[in-house]
């Protein structure tokens, strides 16, 4: 990986826009935290409480990735520790435990996720187009597109990599990664 994400095409058909402008932001989340030991990654903003750290943003947009892809686009149910989680008991539990996971435990996880949505991504491209509905409704009975997720995730990562971008700057002075 180039310490730079790899820029999104100008000219592109729906579908390789959006996954390319995905793929931008991992890259850019992964550069955020790249060569950052546990400690940095647990780091919040100094003088703000929040539970949101890097370490914690990393595992917290694996999940999105499980949640997105594979629960509501397929209705699967969470594979792997997150179908153990118990997020009555704290649902913030994806940015707090990251602290008890070592900066290779992180992004390997990640990794995995990522790897795991892009092939159920090419499995729903294979079923249909972007107007398909997820198959996992909500409570009020919507159902999110395909479209809608892929540009939910374009959204939920460009916000995370606008905060992954000051706290990577107040935990070593970092800036333009």
Same mark, same amino acid.
């Given at each position: ?11 592109? #058909?729906?579908?390789?826009? +959006? ?17 950052? #030991?546990? $400690?940095?990654?647990a ?5 703000? *409480? ?7 943003m990393?595992? @917290? ?5 499980q !949640?997105?892809?594979?629960?509501? +686009?397929?209705?699967?149910? *969470?594979?792997?520790? !997150?179908?153990? =989680?118990?997020?009555?008991? #704290?649902?913030?539990?994806? !940015? ?6 070592? *900066?290779?435990? +992180? ?14 991504? #090419?499995?729903a491209?294979? $079923? ?14 919507? =159902? $999110?597109?395909?479209? !809608?997720? +892929?540009? @939910? ?25």
């Amino acid at each position: 990986m180039s310490s730079y994400p790899r820029n999104p095409p100008f000219a592109a #058909d729906e579908v390789t826009m +959006l996954r390319s402008w995905i793929d931008y932001y991992r890259d850019t989340i992964r550069t955020q935290t790249a060569g950052l #030991d546990a $400690a940095q990654l647990a780091a919040t903003i100094p003088g703000h *409480p929040a539970v949101m750290t890097l370490g914690g943003m990393v595992k @917290h947009l694996a999940f999105v990735e499980q !949640w997105w892809f594979t629960i509501a +686009l397929h209705d699967r149910p *969470p594979v792997g520790f !997150w179908a153990d =989680v118990d997020w009555e008991a #704290d649902e913030d539990w994806d !940015w707090s435990s990251a602290r008890h996971d070592s *900066p290779e435990e +992180l992004r390997a996880m990640y990794d995995a996720e990522v790897a795991r949505s892009d092939a159920a991504l #090419d499995e729903a491209l294979a $079923a249909g187009g972007l107007d398909q509905p997820g198959r996992r409704a909500r409570s009020d009975g919507s =159902v $999110a597109t395909l479209r !809608w997720i +892929l540009v @939910h995730m374009v959204e939920e990562y460009a916000r995370h990599a606008g905060h992954a971008d000051l706290i990577r700057e107040s935990v070593d002075g970092a800036v333009d990664l």
